[in-house]
């Protein structure tokens, strides 16, 4: 780990903070930056707020934008985390969060919870949609290692393979299941589309209470996942119990991808872009790519969330914009490589 | 067996006693029985599908053993931990896919491991060793290069300089040169005599070239259809029969002079 690690560490981190401050002043009523961080450490401190200060900016700053802003942050932060620990496991660079299937899973979940809401039968839709989306990922998941299971080495080719039958059975499901909502697809296909309108805080503290210790625990292994990719039976022989940290590490990634997905839709792209960006800037190495991808995954999901936000006359699904943005501009900065490489 | 006869007082480095390991249906190891000694320079030979592999596995504790036991250092091989083996036992395996752009001088790094905890920055004992390693592989002008853009010998001696690093007292090679032009092979086998001769440690390599093979093991280890077929020193064991028996080719040994190590002729019947 080189000795500039901390501080571009730190560098993203004070992006991030300043991004968050910034995002959160812009809307419909618009309010200054200074006057959101006065609003911010007065509630922090239990304190009244200032006079001077519009008395509905409080309402907005911590019960509307705050928290849908966080939860866009830490979403964008986990899917960028648990990308990164896809790519370092399989060995391939172009793997993401939705290799294993775990998002068709959540998405069959939560097109079963919709229909039952539409045909009638059902709890209350806001609280059974991301459950029944993250019992479909945790499902996905256990079927696709079952699967996977009887190659001892659980190696990339075999998760992949097993990723790709369980998600092309499960989107037959999708499919079967908008047929079964007939006009009111509509609602299904929106879900699936991924969007942060209307988190509060408790989708704020979920997503957190999954994705922080996750992203603590990859930490703790990224030295690990350096070494294996030299190769499982060369790591085995450096003293890394390369299977262990993959179960371990494949279970905690799922689980972070999961969570997001239940609490946000399906939002490509952050995944998948962050992790290969990040490496090609920053190198290789896990235990700064890693970290950083927190921070990059948050702040583009959080941009991203704010332009539909807060830019755009109406609401676009979150999950197109990143790709309509991100896509691009891979495509340049890819190009670039190439063609430096050269 | 002569091995075991010629060194019957050292202390055994590896003890094997009716191994058997079976995976799927090929990679199957029946009643292995092999001492191994330290300080030589072991050649493990034999057809394709004879276990090679899968006896390096079995050595380098990559795969448990189904039955019999391995006795390293007079203690089960399963009793040690990964850590703990890492800094004895370093493998040098054939093929080597590396997705990741690390640099050659990072690679090399990772041979140190087992020796740096976790969360620390390597010594200047961890890094004095990388640039040693690189220097005997020479490739220390390609240290700020990247892994991905070097060519297929380049990369196998960087893989080499990698387990160089990890400075074991025994080395395990899985056909570490096969995919290497003879230049290239000729030296990390004199590189790798070196570590025998000069510093007495221990290497077991899977070797496909026979005449490579005679000219510098010390000991050879001939396996056929999962069985060890026979050991003993190069010059005793490499016969025209053995060869014929094990290759299924009419072979012809010229034997060893004092400028040259004994020589294999061999055609298909």
């Keep these: 780990m080189s000795s500039k690690s901390p501080f571009i560490l730190m560098s993203l981190a004070l992006f991030l903070a300043v991004a968050i401050i910034l995002a959160t002043g812009m809307g419909f009523l618009a309010i200054a930056p200074l006057e959101v961080i006065q609003v911010v450490w007065a509630k922090v401190r239990g304190a009244g707020i200032a006079a001077g200060i519009n008395p509905t900016f409080p309402f907005v700053i911590m019960e509307v934008r705050l928290p849908r802003i966080l939860a866009a942050a830490i979403v964008g932060g986990g899917l960028a985390v648990a990308g990164a620990v896809f790519q370092a496991i399989l060995l391939n660079p172009l793997a993401d969060p939705y290799t294993l299937g775990v998002s068709s899973g959540a998405a069959f979940g939560a097109s079963l919870a919709l ?3 539409i045909m009638g039968i059902t709890v209350p839709l806001l609280f059974s ?19 996977a299971a009887p190659d001892g080495r659980l190696s990339s080719n075999t998760l992949i393979l097993s990723g790709v039958i369980v998600a092309a059975i499960l989107s037959a499901g999708i499919g079967f299941i908008k047929y079964l909502a007939d006009e009111q697809v509509g609602v299904i296909i929106f879900w699936l589309m991924g969007s942060f309108v209307g988190k509060t805080w408790s989708d704020v503290t979920l997503t957190a209470v999954f994705v922080f210790p ?12 350096n070494i294996m990719a030299l190769g499982g039976r060369t790591a085995d022989t450096l003293g890394v119990d390369s299977r262990k940290v993959k179960k371990i590490l494949l279970v905690c990634a799922s689980l972070m991808t999961a969570i997001c997905v239940s609490v946000s839709g399906i939002i490509g792209f952050v995944g998948l872009i962050i992790p290969h960006l ?31 936000r807060a830019w755009l006359p109406t609401e676009l699904p979150i999950g197109v914009l990143t790709s309509l943005i991100g896509g691009p501009f891979f495509c340049y900065i890819f190009r670039k490589k190439q063609l430096g490489q050269r | 067996m002569a091995v075991a006869k010629n060194n019957i007082h050292t202390d055994l480095l590896f003890a094997i006693s009716k191994g058997c390991f079976a995976y799927r249906t090929n990679n199957v190891l029946l009643d292995i029985d092999l001492d191994l000694v330290p300080g030589q320079f072991y050649g493990l030979i034999g057809p394709n599908g004879s276990g090679k592999t899968t006896l390096l596995d079995l050595l380098t504790a990559t795969r448990p053993l189904q039955s019999g036991q391995i006795m390293f250092q007079g203690k089960a091989l399963a009793d040690y931990a990964k850590k703990e083996l890492a800094v004895k036992i370093a493998l040098v395996p054939q093929q080597f896919a590396m997705g990741f752009d690390f640099t050659v001088s990072d690679l090399v790094l990772m041979g140190r491991y087992p020796y740096i905890p976790r969360f620390s920055n390597p010594s200047q004992r961890d890094l004095d060793l990388v640039d040693e390693a690189m220097h005997v592989m020479q490739i220390h002008t390609l240290r700020h290069r990247l892994i991905t853009d070097l060519s297929g010998g380049e990369k196998q001696r960087v893989v080499v300089a990698r387990a160089l690093a990890q400075d074991t007292e025994v080395l395990v090679l899985d056909e570490a040169t096969s995919n290497l032009d003879i230049h290239h092979t000729i030296e990390i086998m004199h590189v790798i005599r070196k570590l025998v001769r000069d510093q007495g440690r221990t290497v077991i390599a899977a070797i496909h070239d026979l005449n490579l093979a005679a000219a510098f093991c010390d000991q050879v280890i001939v396996l056929k259809e999962g069985r060890i077929f026979t050991t003993g020193p190069v010059g005793e064991a490499l016969t025209a029969d053995l060869i014929t028996e094990v290759f299924q080719v009419q072979a012809e040994v010229q034997a060893a002079t004092l400028n040259h190590s004994p020589r294999i002729h061999y055609t298909l019947s």
Excluded at chain 1, 129 to 147: D, Q, S
Excluded at chain 1, 214 to 225: E, V
Aim: proline residues 5%; charged residues 10%.
């Design chain 1, 214 to 225: 996750g992203l603590l625990l990859t930490l703790y292994f990224a030295r690990d996942l």
């Design chain 1, 129 to 147: 949609v991301p459950l029944f989306a993250f019992i479909g990922a945790m499902t996905t998941l256990v079927v696709v290692f079952a699967l």
């Design chain 1, 115 to 117: 229909v039952l809401g």
């Design chain 1, 278 to 308: 990040l490496r090609l800037v920053l190198g290789p190495d896990n235990r700064l790519l890693i970290p950083a991808c927190f921070f990059g995954g948050a702040i583009l999901l959080l941009t991203a969330d704010t332009i539909t």
